[in-house]
T-cell receptor, first 112, second 111 residues
Framework: GEDVEQSLFLSVREGDSSVINCTYT??????LYWYKQEPGAGLQLLTY?????DMKQDQRLTVLLNKKDKHLSLRIADTQTGDSAIYFC????????????FGSGTRLSIRP | DTAVSQTPKYLVTQMGNDKSIKCEQN?????MYWYKQDSKKFLKIMFS???????INETVPNRFSPKSPDKAHLNLHINSLELGDSAVYFC??????????FGQGTRLTVV
């Protein structure tokens, strides 16, 4: 079945770049997403990328997709304390766009 | 102004009780979902409804019954609550072939 994997924790220094990685198994994935979950809050869509793209940049966020290796990454430039959260990678395929598969989430913590 | 709203935000109840969580979206989306986030933060889809019709039902116990009175609402009713049902439940909605918008979550604690 489909699977999405992420490392559970990442700690970075304030001002550095954070890179959160994700791998997925479904080769028919059409959409790949990054969601952010802050304590006590719902899931906020940060960005998404179509599978026919390699890269997408949005202000401090850069998403890289290696479709051959089924690897997705989220880079946050100039990481701030407000970026502390859990980041979920997710994927869905065109044939079943109603079903989104999530990774376990990566907890990003920022140290001074 | 809230796009996807769930009530209640917190729910503490005893084992064996029956409870409901309500979800409403004002985005005009056709598809709505319920996700369960367990203590390890894993997010798993439970149900998906498209225009009030059940599309996805992922190996969820029969004690869980979604109800969609109209396209803008998808409520989750849980019978005979068990300790293992304690989790955060997220409602979401999406237009066709597009990203999902999530509610704030309902933290259910069964004691």
């Amino acid at each position: 079945g489909e699977d999405v994997e992420q490392s559970l924790f990442l700690s970075v220094r304030e001002g550095d770049s954070s890179v959160i990685n994700c791998t997925y198994t479904d080769s028919s994935s059409t959409y790949l997403y990054w969601y952010k979950q802050e304590p006590g809050a719902g899931l906020q869509l940060l960005t998404y990328i179509f599978s026919n793209m390699d890269m997408k940049q949005d202000q401090r966020l850069t998403v890289l997709l290696n479709k051959k290796d089924k690897h997705l990454s989220l880079r946050i430039a100039d990481t701030q304390t407000g970026d502390s959260a859990i980041y979920f990678c997710a994927e869905s395929d065109y044939s079943s766009a109603s079903k989104i598969i999530f990774g376990s989430g990566t907890r990003l913590s920022i140290r001074p | 102004d809230t796009a996807v709203s769930q009530t209640p935000k917190y729910l503490v109840t005893q084992m064996g009780n029956d409870k409901s969580i309500k979800c409403e979206q004002n985005l005009g989306h056709d598809t709505m979902y319920w996700y369960k986030q367990d203590s390890k933060k894993f997010l798993k889809i439970m149900f998906s409804y498209n225009n009030k019709e059940l599309i996805i039902n992922e190996t969820v116990p029969n004690r869980f019954s979604p109800k969609s009175p109209d396209k803008a609402h998808l409520n989750l009713h849980i019978n005979s609550l068990e300790l293992g049902d304690s989790a955060v439940y997220f409602c979401a909605s999406s237009p066709p072939d597009s990203e999902a918008f999530f509610g704030q979550g309902t933290r259910l604690t069964v004691v």
